[in-house]
């Protein structure tokens, strides 16, 4: 009888040590899963992405200049460190974009040379270089953006004596 009762404790010790077991491997099991569907969850949503948009730039009779859309090419990747050839600060004369949010909320600022004005170097008489000026008259303008995750526009204007800026375009990007 003895015997009986130890074999039945024993049997109930082992019992719950076997579930105790169990519900340990099954909550980290969870964990584990909960883990790896949130971070998959996050990469998904922060994928960056780049914009390549090219336009032509006319320039009129009057001092507007006018601009118009050829195409754009969105595609996942990251603009390399200083690999961007835009200015900090712009001039008379200048295109300045702006990537938007609902087109009127602004998530970044760019500026762009005059693409109008083009500077050359050519070999004077004496085989001395020297840069010479050509304005114009239109040209393509293409650029790569790396696209804010929020941007649903680009605006290109055109800075004028004063720092004020004509807007030329709007682009719909998503």
């Given at each position: 009888m003895?015997?009986?009762?130890l074999?039945?404790?024993?049997f109930?010790?082992l019992?719950?040590?076997?579930?105790?077991?169990?519900?340990?491997?099954?909550?980290?099991?969870?964990?584990?899963?909960?883990?790896a569907?949130?971070?998959?969850?996050?990469?998904?949503e922060?994928?960056?992405?780049?914009?390549?948009?090219?336009?032509?730039l006319?320039?009129?009779?009057?001092?507007?200049?006018?601009?118009?859309?050829?195409?754009?090419?969105?595609?996942?990747?990251?603009v390399?460190?200083?690999?961007?050839?835009?200015?900090?600060?712009?001039?008379?004369?200048?295109?300045?974009?702006?990537?938007?949010?609902?087109?009127?909320?602004?998530?970044?600022?760019?500026?762009?040379?005059?693409?109008?004005?083009?500077?050359?170097?050519?070999?004077?008489?004496?085989?001395?270089?020297?840069?010479?000026?050509?304005?114009?008259?239109?040209?393509?303008?293409?650029?790569?953006?790396?696209?804010?995750?929020?941007?649903?526009?680009i605006?290109?204007?055109q800075?004028?004596?004063?720092?004020?800026?004509?807007?030329?375009?709007?682009?719909?990007?998503?």
């Open positions: 003895h015997n009986k009762a074999n039945k404790t024993l109930y010790k019992l719950k040590q076997t579930a105790i077991v169990i519900i340990l491997i099954f909550s980290f099991y969870a964990c584990k899963t909960a883990t569907n949130s971070s998959a969850n996050k990469t998904i922060q994928t960056p992405k780049l914009v390549f948009l090219n336009y032509k006319y320039k009129n009779a009057s001092t507007e200049n006018t601009m118009t859309f050829t195409n754009k090419i969105i595609v996942e990747g990251k390399k460190p200083k690999s961007n050839n835009f200015k900090l600060e712009g001039e008379e004369g200048d295109l300045v974009g702006y990537q938007l949010y609902n087109n009127e909320v602004v998530l970044d600022k760019f500026y762009i040379s005059n693409p109008l004005i083009v500077i050359a170097e050519t070999v004077n008489q004496d085989n001395s270089f020297i840069k010479k000026r050509i304005d114009l008259d239109s040209t393509q303008v293409s650029f790569r953006l790396q696209l804010k995750p929020n941007a649903t526009h605006r290109i204007a800075l004028k004596n004063n720092n004020k800026v004509t807007p030329l375009i709007t682009t719909k990007i998503q």
